[in-house]
């Protein structure tokens, strides 16, 4: 059969070349168009070796609604499950902090130490939380978030093996640099974590600090008892067995992962949004907000434990109370924990700045007219962060705050045992209220309408 030329469309034809012999001769085809689809060998290899999705599989890269919500669930368990981890170190922490009220007196009684020198364990713990601090800033970049945790709680660890054994009290002041260094590993990494969490971040911050303030109102129950006991020292096994079980809870939950894989378990992309040529280090220090944040902490966290700590040594020496006395830190730690979660729904609806002011008038006034004051600033304070800081710069920054914050916990304490070896405890009051008034002065500076770039 052949074909006119009034019947071959260009567009249908094929080149000659590529026709059979016979149908050659018989059809009248265009010049060869200028291009052609060259299978190369590699590619031809490429196409066999490369699997064939099912037609009924294809689809435009979305997932179905019903795995969408089954892969939130599962990423919503993980986050209850790593937040409940975290919240079980803190409560240590707090437990840690509640310890050193009820136990002081037998401290000073047993090692025949007076306030000054008592006040060591104070300095020692200080130092070791600066240190942890500043190491923190370097750990966290080079080990990563999940190897540092449990580094920290290791350190916690050997820590309490010490005190429990009751040594001289070189040793057993030298134990709580080492618990320093461990409660700041963890402590910086946990808050920055948590504050990288972008949904209902505030109110986990707060229930977070509140479980500290449940570990600090528990333990001086505990505590009381075993300072009427011949082995006062053995409270510090009921720490130690806190201690192992956080560390195989850090180890099973995070299994020493960095912080960015941990946060994509979650469904939470970490990103690094810093620009600039600088480390870490040098954006944290080079951040005045850092700065006056880690001032505040230091007063604030200076007037937490001296409350803590130096109450009961008060109400036993100024007021004649009796060996019960210890339970009054479990009064001061329940405000505490209750004002950090009470009241997360007033420092919302008034903003932070304004509540912070509200509560250091109030705890001014509280001060001037009993001896344990609800802290009602801790939560607060955990907001500005996030408003302020650079995300990046969250658990870097937060360490260093923490660390300085810290060497309140021992500077004041330590200025008021000094001055209690000469004038007595009852300088305390004077001493926390010009504390509070200071810090006040210092929230207006740090709070003044500044806002993190991201």
């Avoid at 986050?79 to 050193?100: A, M, P, R």
């Avoid at 800033?137 to 309490?160: C, D, H, N, T, W």
């Amino acid at each position: 059969m052949s074909l006119s030329p009034a019947t071959t469309d260009p567009v249908f034809t094929l080149d000659k070349a590529y026709l059979a012999p016979e149908a050659a001769s018989t059809c009248q085809a265009p010049p060869r168009p200028p291009y052609k689809l060259d299978l190369t060998e590699g590619f031809v290899d490429a196409v066999e070796l490369s699997p064939v999705t099912p037609v009924d599989k294809q689809n435009d890269g979305s997932e179905s609604p019903s795995v969408l919500s089954a892969i939130r669930r599962t990423q919503k368990t993980r986050e209850k499950i790593q937040f409940v981890t975290l919240c079980w170190f803190v409560y240590l922490e707090g437990w840690n902090d509640g310890s050193n009220g009820p136990l002081l007196p037998r401290i000073q009684e047993v090692y025949g130490v007076g306030y000054a020198v008592v006040s060591l364990i104070f300095v020692f713990a200080c130092v070791g939380f600066i240190t942890g601090a500043v190491s923190n800033v370097i750990l966290a970049e080079r080990l990563g978030f999940g190897k540092v945790m449990v580094l920290g709680s290791l350190f916690q660890v050997v820590a309490y093996s010490i005190e429990a054994s009751g040594p001289p009290f070189p040793v057993f002041i030298f134990a709580y640099f080492i618990n320093g260094i461990g409660i700041a590993l963890q402590n910086a990494n946990s808050v920055g974590y948590i504050a990288s969490i972008r949904e209902n971040a505030e109110v986990k911050m707060g229930l977070f600090m509140a479980v500290y303030g449940a570990g600090a109102l528990s333990s001086p129950l505990v505590a009381t008892q075993f300072s009427h006991l011949p082995r006062w020292n053995l409270h510090y096994l009921t720490s130690l067995g806190i201690a192992i079980s956080n560390t195989i809870a850090l180890i099973i939950v995070f299994r020493l992962k960095p912080q960015r894989e941990c946060l994509a378990e979650i469904g939470i992309v970490d990103v690094d949004n810093s620009t600039s040529e600088h480390s870490h280090l040098r954006q944290i220090f080079a951040n005045k907000d850092v700065h006056l944040l880690a001032a505040f902490a230091l007063l604030y966290v200076g007037a937490e434990v001296t409350v803590g700590g130096w109450i009961v040594t008060y109400i036993i020496d100024v007021r004649g109370g009796g060996p019960s006395s210890g339970y009054i830190s479990t009064g001061f730690f329940s405000g505490l924990m209750a004002g950090r979660v009470v009241l997360l729904w007033f420092n919302e609806k008034i903003g932070e700045r304004l509540a912070l002011f509200i509560y250091a008038v109030l705890a001014i006034i509280f001060e001037l007219i009993v001896w344990f004051v609800p802290s009602l600033v801790g939560d607060v304070v955990a907001c500005l962060y996030r408003r302020v800081l650079p995300r990046w710069l969250l658990t870097g920054a937060i360490g260093w705050i923490a660390g300085v914050g810290q060497a309140g916990s021992a500077l004041v304490p330590f200025i008021v045992g000094a001055i209690a070896q000469k004038s007595g405890i009852k300088t305390l009051q004077p001493i926390l209220v010009g504390i509070l008034g200071l810090m006040t002065a210092l929230w207006a500076l740090a709070s003044r309408g500044s806002r993190r770039p991201d």
